[in-house]
């Protein structure tokens, strides 16, 4: 912090009234982090920090000189919408017949715990093209693949996203665990990066685990350290 009261933080600078500790900079982090505060964002159709926001458009003006009209399906999302994903789809798997672990372990093959969301952070997001028709399920890996209506998309985005800093969270590599393959969700590795490091220190108990999340009874440390390793570590080397 500076003597006018600003705060420099891996979010940007706070302007803040009262001198502030480092216990209080940690605690927004956190807050940030876990989604219950959101970053400064930028974007009209999307919602990123403005470093992000500002390659994705770059990326978005190289990208339509090639006929692919990239879109942001999603990107920053807070705790509040995360929550609202993962307890619709949990009430979905349960109606289908599954039960209480078995429900968790479904809803993690393609979305992330309330507070553990990669969307949190204002650093990544999900993307379509929009010079194709759409289909009604866009986040479908087969439209991304040889043959699908994303896959011109998908190989500009193999050919140059890395150029504009963005990189493919969830790959397509066998070896990898955790999240499925998405070839939608993208990550702006260069302020992505430091905050997966900082979010390696979230206490679970204190920070992540909350009664509002459906199946909230499964989740316990172990559960936690499992999906801490093998799901939020889970990504393309690039971003580790
Ligand atoms: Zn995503």
Known sequence: M???GFLYTTFGVLALGHSITAQEESDTN?????????PKLYGVNHRLQKDAADAFEKMQVAAIK????????SSHRNFNAQLRIWNSKYDKFKKQGLKGKEIIEKIIEYSAFPGASRHHWGTDLDISDLNVQQPGDPLNPKHFLEGGIYHKMYAWMQKNSNDFGFYEAYTNDKK????????????YK?????LLF???NVNFTKNIKSELIKGNKYIDKAFWDRYMEEYVL???K???
């Open 238 to 240: 690039e971003l580790l």
């Open 176 to 187: 990898r665990k955790g999240f499925k393959f998405e070839p939608w969700h993208y990550s």
């Open 30 to 38: 956190i807050l940030i982090l876990t989604g219950r505060k959101s």
């Open 190 to 194: 260069a302020l992505s990066r430091p």
């Open 234 to 236: 889970g990504i393309n």
């Open 66 to 73: 090639d006929g692919v009209k990239l879109f942001s399906v």
């Open 198 to 200: 900082e979010f390696k």
């Open 2 to 4: 500076d003597r006018r």
